[in-house]
């Protein structure tokens, strides 16, 4: 093999090793943990009665599979991108400080969430929905799996944020790794079909902008609504939130400081 194609796939590799990695300690662990073993204790909290067959969780994690690769790929693209000197922003941000550090781990996520808002806005719309985010609304009822079960463009959308983001903003080598866990922890949970942010009195949930996984599970049940995967307020800002989001969350949420209201049936999808 030449050796430009060698350095190629060893770098390829080594992006690949780490995100495999975290996808599969992150998805097998949240299906293991609230899907197994507490499964007896959360059965308040699970947001729909029917559970995905094992054969949708599987195609997603094939999909899943394709995504991580096509992340992988970019990394390559990224790392030369570094190697030919691309990121200036983020070798003049290594020097800022442990300060500069936390607040960009702050800003590079909400640029994430206004990153994926406007892009899965964009994936929504009929002249792309096909190519770019059918896949990932074949899953109905999700799964902690479907996280990144994506069409190609959508794999592309997702991990051009990294690709980009350093590049206007002054990011510090490695505060981009942390972003891009917590992305996949919650992303995880998300998808997992429980609830499990506590409602406070009025049953509203305690970390209001917070996407919860009712919120997001909406978004599969009903797209038209809720296209915010970390914080609410785009979608309280340009109103897409679902109307019925409270009353949802009010259901299935745990309320440490009161009675939980009767459950009544989810309404017709
Ligand atoms: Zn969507
Ligand atoms: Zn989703």
């Excluded at 996984?213 to 296209?227: P, R």
């Excluded at 019925?244 to 017709?268: C, D, H, I, K, T």
């Amino acid at each position: 093999m030449p050796p430009f194609l060698a350095d190629l796939l060893h770098i390829w590799l080594r992006e690949m090793e780490p995100t495999l990695t975290r996808y599969a300690v992150f998805t097998i662990g949240v299906w293991l943990l609230l899907w197994v073993v507490l499964r007896p204790l959360l059965a308040a909290r699970k947001i729909r009665e029917e559970s995905p067959p094992p054969r949708q969780m599987l195609t997603e994690l094939l999909y899943s599979l394709r995504s991580m690769a096509i992340f992988a790929a970019v990394g390559v693209l990224i790392a030369l991108m570094y190697r030919a000197n691309l990121y200036p922003l983020a070798h003049l941000a290594n020097d800022w400080g442990p300060v500069w550090y936390a607040f960009s781990l702050f800003a590079g996520l909400a640029g994430l969430d206004a990153w994926f808002y406007w892009s899965h806005r964009f994936m929504h719309d009929p002249r792309v929905f096909r190519r770019f985010h059918r896949r990932h609304h074949r899953s109905h009822n999700p799964s902690p799996f479907t996280a990144y079960s994506f069409d190609v463009g959508e794999a592309l959308l997702l991990i051009g944020y990294p690709l980009l983001f350093p590049m206007v903003f002054p990011m510090p080598d490695g505060a981009m790794q942390w972003v891009m866990l917590y992305q996949i922890v919650t992303n995880t949970l998300l998808h997992s079909g429980y609830e499990l942010m506590p409602a406070r009195r009025d049953g509203r949930p305690m970390l209001d902008f917070i996407v919860t996984t009712t919120h997001h599970d909406l978004h599969h049940a009903q797209a038209g609504w809720n296209y915010g995967a970390w914080f609410t307020w785009w979608d309280r800002w340009f109103g897409t939130e679902h109307p019925e989001y409270r009353a949802r969350f009010a259901q299935a949420a745990w309320r440490p400081f009161g009675a939980s209201p009767q459950p009544r049936p989810l309404p017709a999808e």
